[in-house]
């Protein structure tokens, strides 16, 4: 193992898209023969500085140097063709095409012009066995075969085209504990070959259970690069979703702590949905804001969606004492009181074609069907109101939603949900890609919401943000509930330490 | 000023303007309307009349467009619309009776439906591509209605039938009112109830929709039944104005002229936002190009070629990428894959 | 497991032999080589543009201009053979240049512009059409020596059989097709893009090439359909093959290619145009049978296999999850 020249290095990285700076300063280094992870929460910068590194963005500033010569990508391919592979979670291999293709489609052996079949199965064949010890038929589509085996054959594409760099972006977030333990094997072989593996994951677990070397980026900084035997987990996390570890003043509730008293409005007993989210117990009472913190992909927005039926749940109950009967559909979910801000705010939120006011009375009118209109009149008074009550820019409800910016636009999604006057509000990640200002502005907005008796469960990747507004937090990890804390005992040291947990 | 020109209906009725204006200086008296026997005559009445079953078809296959969907079958529905109405008329001991006619209405507008739901049904439930599903009814669609004629052309000596296509009232062709009547019902319905915001909303961003509680299946039932009445009425019509039935030939490439006059109608074919005024004026350009180009003396079918450069210009406007690419040329060039892999994150 | 890549194949080869061996029952004289000749001979066209349409749709697109790029390639035979004079072997190039020509441009549309294939396509159908009736409004009969001996030959063959040279010329491009979809890298790289064209240009594969390259070869399958068609017809004619497209599509998803692209054989179309060809066949034996039911046999046929595809796609996707 070489250890004292990087095969990588990228310094100086700048990167920023129309109105966002998504890099700045970052840098990264490589060694041959080492395991990299490559760590930090959603809107960090891991997936905008891959694709730098594989020719899909440009940068604005810095520079890359491979083996010490400096570099620049153009795409994908030419990534490739110098020896840096990518592997990407969506196994972005051709499903209809028999594994043997798809390691070799492209550059297959030719015998006077034609494919060479057989003699492109035998090489898939020993390169699989060889190199990562597979041993399947290579001459069935590659659809038949699990996500586990569609990444080993996407790595061993890479493979077969002499790689120096692989990179290897959250390969395991839809493998069980086996496909894992194998993935892990194959990386063990391949880094003592002295291969350079950049290694995405979310699962802390496995951070430490394979990588020698953590770079942290945060909000597009970079934060840090640390030996991984050298940095503990609670710090980890804390310099993935905190400032420093410094306690945080809890914005004093009115009226505080929740009775025991209080309804239940949604009880979720062992709900659970397999390969998803672990079955979990949750309840949650009128005026009471539950926050659920843990690390992306820990299935915070998995319990949110089953929580309102987004999602079907394959185990386990959802009860709604008050409401009463269950929630199995957003349908049903509507009707009972229960709305849902999505964390997707495109695809799943917004209906950019229509105007503000169109999008604010969606979910009302889906409520009172086709023919109970609202007035025109009355749509323009709630539109108006809503405008002002939650400060939306541009004030025209006749604007289209599609131009609005982000922080705008989760305060229409906002509007069209509290017309509907739940009973519990569902907020995934609310505040995500918004301003300083809006954020606070949504945060008061949770807490009075939940003074006046309406129920919030809250998600967010910011776990400033969680410990503020909640009055209990339940803490997943790996996809389990690990812990539900309330009230004195919320802050900041006990909310990480049951996220790193081990 | 600025706003005219970006109001939704603009450019089809400019394109409009300009094909009667140049019908105008072509043959002056292009405009003249007379009256005879009560009715009124005149190219510009003719087109109203002609277009009127193009003019109803759009209007079913706007809504169907705005739920991102497309309806192929509509010109075999046409076809089996007319057959069945004039094989029953024809069957009848008395023509011109009413009750023989209104039964014939009845039984057509009443199949129409079912084969709307029939799409709208592959449609919603199986998760077949529109285009896929619809597909298959317009295959069959012909055969069904050359079943229904035994392959002969049916013709009908009803005046009551007649009237449908024929008729005058108020010295406008009956067509016209029948188009107008259900254009008006069509706008109330999805103007002044939520049904248009819902269509909207469906074909704009299914899955925001389904979150937001819309039942989109009903929707989407509901404007391929609505789609394949228009096809059943403006067969109706289209027969009637012939006197009879023909399989084979009815209603040909009525799929393709609709869906042209919803384009160009401004109602995009990703769905969302729908015109149906503009697809109403999308229609009437269609019909007055045909007549225009039988006016100057050119073999009708030329029309084909002049909608060909249509469809091609106004969907090279709608596509996002050839704005795109005529305004950044090069840094697209110089990096091919951030346009790719940024249009499908 | 092995099998379910072949299955729909085996479906649609198995309905033939299923339908061919059910007339051969009911009717006397059904089961001769002739008539399951003349199944070659009088769909000869039609197995030529399915050919290319399949590689449009395993590609994941369509092509809705085929029935009108062979009205106009007949039309300009004719028109230039009959009219101008021309040689016959210097139309015939001309036309296959044309054809394939016209299916570039489209490809091209399709490909740079992002407009969808089934838009770009219903302009060119639209556009054939349409030249069709500038060069002439009227059938041009060809009594062109070189046209009416190509008509006229037969080619004899064992058992008192023959076939037309139409016939040798579909199963040529049966055979190319064959050797292109499965033993080169512009074939695969059809069925790589109608995989995922994402991963496809991740991959490295010339995307842009491949896509135009299948409109350039259905426009050119389309062509020679039409130099078939017109020695079939000897005329040419703006209404010719009115309706084709939707011929062909039928004949290639019956034939088990997936609509939504990535899976498809070139001799599952072969079968597709024969079950196509098998059910005119026992209509006009049947005589009692109007020609119209083929159109509801084929829609039915097509709802079954649309069916099928769906299944199979869904059973896909649990397998992947």
Request: glycine share 10%; with cysteine; charged share 15%.
């Amino acid at each position: 193992m070489n250890q004292d020249q990087p095969i990588l290095q990228m310094s100086g990285i700048h990167k920023r898209f129309p109105g966002v700076k998504v890099l700045s300063d970052v840098r990264f280094r490589l060694f041959p023969g080492e395991v990299h992870a490559l760590m930090g929460e959603n809107g960090a910068g891991k997936s905008t500085l891959i694709k730098v590194l594989t020719g899909v963005y440009s940068t604005d500033e810095g520079s890359i140097t491979l083996e010490g010569k400096p570099l620049v990508v153009r795409s994908p391919l030419e990534a490739q063709s110098i020896g840096i592979s990518t592997v990407y979670q969506e196994v972005n291999l051709c499903p209809n095409l028999t594994v043997a293709e798809n390691i070799f489609i492209g550059s297959e052996p030719l015998i006077f012009g034609r494919i060479n079949w057989k003699e492109m199965n035998r090489k898939a064949e020993t390169l699989l066995r060889d190199r990562l010890q597979l041993n399947i038929d290579v001459k069935l589509p590659l659809e038949n075969y699990s996500v586990a085996v569609q990444q080993l054959v996407a790595i061993a594409r890479s493979l077969n085209v002499s790689a120096k760099v692989l990179i290897l972006d959250e390969p395991t977030s839809s493998l069980d504990r086996g496909e894992v333990e194998q993935l892990f094997l194959i990386m063990r072989k391949l880094q003592r070959e002295g291969l350079a593996i950049l290694f995405v994951t979310h699962f802390l677990d496995q951070v430490y259970e394979i990588s020698d070397r953590i770079t942290i980026l945060r909000n597009g900084e970079f934060v840090g690069e640390y030996m991984a035997d050298e940095l503990p987990r609670i710090e980890l996390v804390s310099k993935m979703i905190g400032r420093e570890l410094q306690m945080l003043e809890r914005i004093p509730k009115g009226a505080d702590n929740v009775s025991p008293q209080a309804g239940i409005i949604a009880q979720a007993s062992g709900l659970g949905r397999k390969g998803v989210i672990e079955p979990f117990d949750l309840a949650i009472r009128q005026g009471e804001v539950v926050g659920l913190a843990g690390l992306l992909g820990s299935g915070r927005t998995e319990v949110a969606r089953l929580f309102f039926g987004a999602d079907r749940p394959d185990q386990g109950k959802l009860e709604l004492p008050i409401a009463g009967g269950t929630a199995a559909s957003p349908r049903q979910a509507l009707e009972k009181g229960i709305a849902f801000c999505s964390e997707n705010r495109k695809t799943e939120g917004i209906v950019g074609d229509l105007t503000v006011r169109e999008n604010m009375i969606l979910a009302i009118q889906a409520r009172r069907g086709w023919f109970k209109t609202i007035s025109r009149k009355r749509q323009d008074e709630l539109a108006l109101e809503y405008i002002k009550l939650l400060n939306i820019n541009p004030s025209n409800p006749e604007q289209l939603v599609r131009n609005l910016s982000g922080g705008n636009q989760q305060k229409v999604i906002l509007a069209r949900w509290l017309l509907t006057q739940p009973q519990l509000l569902i907020l995934d990640e609310p505040t995500r890609g918004i301003d300083v200002g809006t954020k606070a502005e949504i945060q008061k907005l949770v807490m009075s919401l939940s003074e006046e008796g309406m129920a919030v469960l809250f998600v967010s990747s910011e776990l400033e943000e969680v410990l503020r507004v909640s009055d209990r937090i339940a803490v997943l990890r790996d996809r389990r509930i690990v812990k539900e804390i309330a009230d004195q005992e919320i802050n900041q040291h006990n909310v990480m330490q049951a996220i790193a947990g081990g | 000023m600025n706003r005219m020109f970006r109001h939704h209906l603009f450019w089809p009725l400019a394109i409009l303007a300009a094909l009667l204006l140049f019908n105008l200086f072509y043959s002056p008296d292009f405009f003249n309307i007379v009256m005879r026997n009560g009715h009124m005559y005149g190219s510009l009445i003719d087109i109203l009349n002609f277009g009127a079953p193009l003019v109803l078809v759009a209007i079913g296959m706007t809504l169907v467009i705005a739920t991102k969907g497309i309806d192929l079958s509509v010109g075999s529905i046409v076809a089996i619309a007319g057959a069945l109405a004039c094989l029953t008329i024809s069957r009848g001991t008395d023509q011109n009776a009413l009750s023989l006619v209104l039964s014939a209405v009845g039984l057509t507008v009443g199949l129409s439906f079912f084969l709307g739901a029939w799409n709208g049904f592959l449609v919603a439930t199986t998760g077949i591509q529109p285009i896929i599903a619809t597909l298959i009814l317009m295959v069959a669609g012909r055969g069904i209605a050359q079943l229904i004629t035994s392959g002969q052309i049916i013709t009908v000596t009803s005046d009551t039938y007649n009237y449908i296509g024929n008729g005058a009232l108020a010295a406008l062709p009956f067509s016209i009112f029948i188009v107008a009547a259900i254009y008006l019902i069509v706008s109330l319905l999805t103007r002044k109830t939520a049904l248009g915001l819902f269509i909207e909303s469906v074909g704009c961003n299914p899955q925001a929709s389904r979150l937001i509680g819309i039942r989109s299946r009903l929707i989407i039932i509901t404007v391929y039944m609505f789609c394949g009445l228009c096809a059943g009425i403006a067969g109706l019509i289209l027969s009637s104005n012939v006197a009879s039935a023909d399989g084979n030939n009815a209603g040909l490439w009525y799929e393709l002229d609709a869906i042209l006059a919803v384009v160009i109608g401004g109602t995009s074919l990703n769905g969302g936002r729908f015109y149906l005024t503009g697809t109403v004026i999308g229609a009437l350009i269609i019909q007055t190009l045909t007549t225009t180009i039988y006016m100057i003396g050119v073999p009708p079918e030329i029309t084909l070629v002049v909608k060909a450069f249509v469809v091609l210009t106004v969907c090279l406007i709608q596509s996002e990428v050839f704005r795109k690419k005529v305004v950044q040329r090069w840094k697209t060039r110089r990096y091919p894959a951030e346009r790719e892999v940024s249009r499908h994150v | 497991m092995y099998n379910r890549k072949y299955l729909p194949i085996l479906v649609t080869f198995g309905l033939f032999v299923l339908i061919f061996a059910a007339g051969s029952f009911r009717y006397t004289g059904f089961f001769s080589s002739q008539v399951f000749l003349n199944l070659l001979i009088d769909n000869s066209f039609l197995l030529i543009t399915a050919v290319g349409m399949t590689f449009v749709i395993v590609s994941g697109g369509i092509d809705l201009s085929v029935g009108s790029v062979i009205a106009l390639t007949t039309m300009i035979s004719a028109s230039l053979v009959q009219n101008q004079g021309w040689p016959p072997f210097v139309v015939i190039p001309l036309v296959l240049a044309t054809g394939a020509f016209f299916g570039w441009i489209m490809g091209a549309i399709i490909h740079y512009f992002k407009v969808q294939p089934f838009i770009v396509t219903l302009a060119g159908m639209f556009l054939a059409r349409g030249l069709c009736y500038v060069i002439s409004i009227n059938t041009i009969t060809i009594d062109d020596a070189f046209y009416t001996k190509v008509a006229q030959t037969k080619i004899p063959l064992p058992g008192n059989a023959s076939v037309s040279i139409s016939v040798l010329i579909a199963l040529a491009v049966v055979a190319i097709a064959l050797y292109l979809a499965h033993y080169t890298r512009f074939g695969r790289s059809v069925y790589a893009i109608g995989g995922s064209e994402q991963s496809a240009l991740l991959m490295g594969l010339p995307v842009a090439r491949t896509q135009i390259l299948v409109y350039t070869l259905s426009g050119f399958c389309s062509a020679l359909a039409g130099v078939v068609f017109t020695f079939y017809m000897l005329s040419g004619y703006g209404l010719h093959a009115v309706g084709m497209e939707l011929d062909t599509i039928a004949a290639v998803v019956i034939g088990g290619t997936l609509l939504t692209g990535g899976v498809g054989f070139v001799i599952g179309t072969f079968f597709g145009v024969l079950i196509q060809g098998v059910i005119q066949t026992i209509i006009s034996f049947e005589g009692t049978l109007s020609s119209w039911w083929t159109k509801i046999v084929i829609g039915l046929l097509l709802f079954f296999f649309i069916l099928l595809q769906r299944l199979f796609s869904s059973r896909r996707k649990t397998i992947r999850s």
